[in-house]
């Protein structure tokens, strides 16, 4: 997937997203940083993958400003991941790739892992709504069309 | 992305979402399959891929699931490929991206795409909240614990 088609021109929101999180080990480092892993060895642990693999994936989100990367230690140099703003609010996709996992995904046995929010103190999953009317979202209440950043004179069959 | 390690059996929700879903191009063609895509060529055409890819990655969304196909002509034979309910809802998933992505991704001019939500009629953006307060999710304060799903004699140091 590093060598893939880059769509972050792509004059769609989803495109550019894919663009930064379409990849699966940056999913889970992510993933990883949310539970708290903020060294290299934390992620090569919980994950498994190469070294290198680990390496270049941590760089291109350092680069793109999802994780911010700073000494720990001198002799010798290490350093650690902190998640930044842009980082942390990818929270929300995650959360809400659990919710659908929960749904679709489990065996018989139920959900391996179960999230508390602890600001209502209740165990919960994510539900994705309107920003307006706060009910749920559902693609066939959906329409888009172009916006301010599409570019003129091109053409989107779907886009009024 | 094809090759890497499944994830599937991970006992984490994260995990085995990524593992169906981690893949930019299967997130495009999702996206797509949601913007009114449905036969081969809509895909092709939209996507620019390589039509080995596609349909590779077609195949694998008919196999879990997330897409169904069906004939649409039986000289020359030709399938559509309709969204299941496991794959509309990926929709929310896809949304909240959108939501990031208008956040954090777009240039000065806005951005490239405006959804409405026809329900109640206003433009909008994804928001993702918990199920119990509505109040929207951030990682500080969510915790995490095993689940009846989570293999017993198992480790993970990140889950009480």
Redesign the interface.
């Known amino acids: 997937?590093t060598q893939?088609?880059s769509?972050?021109e792509w004059?769609?929101?989803?495109?550019?997203?894919?663009?930064?999180?379409?990849?699966?080990?940056t999913?889970?480092i992510m993933?990883d940083a949310?539970?708290?892993?903020r060294r290299f060895d934390d992620f090569h642990r919980s994950l498994?993958?190469g070294r290198n693999i680990l390496t270049e994936r941590l760089r291109v989100l350092v680069d793109r400003g999802l994780l911010s990367k700073r000494p720990y230690s001198d002799h010798p140099p290490r350093y650690e991941y902190r998640l930044t703003d842009?980082g942390?609010?990818?929270?929300?996709?995650?959360?809400?790739?659990?919710?659908?996992?929960?749904?679709?995904?489990?065996?018989p046995?139920?959900?391996?892992?179960?999230?508390?929010?602890?600001?209502?103190g209740?165990?919960?999953?994510?539900?994705?709504?309107?920003?307006?009317?706060?009910?749920?979202?559902?693609?066939?209440?959906?329409?888009?069309?172009?916006?301010?950043?599409?570019?003129s004179g091109l053409d989107d069959p779907?886009?009024p």
Chains 1, 2 share one sequence.
């Not at 959900?111 to 929010?117: L, M, N, T």
């Not at 959906?142 to 916006?147: D, L, P, Q, T, V």
């Open positions: 997937m893939r088609t769509t972050s004059p769609c929101p989803i495109a550019k997203a894919v663009d930064e999180l379409g990849d699966g080990w999913l889970l993933r949310f539970r708290g892993a498994g993958i842009k942390r609010e990818v929270w929300p996709v995650l959360a809400s790739m659990a919710a659908w996992s929960d749904q679709w995904l489990n065996g046995e139920g959900p391996p892992v179960v999230y508390r929010h602890q600001a209502c209740h165990d919960m999953h994510a539900e994705v709504v309107c920003s307006e009317c706060r009910e749920p979202v559902d693609v066939r209440a959906m329409r888009a069309r172009r916006g301010p950043g599409f570019p779907w886009l």
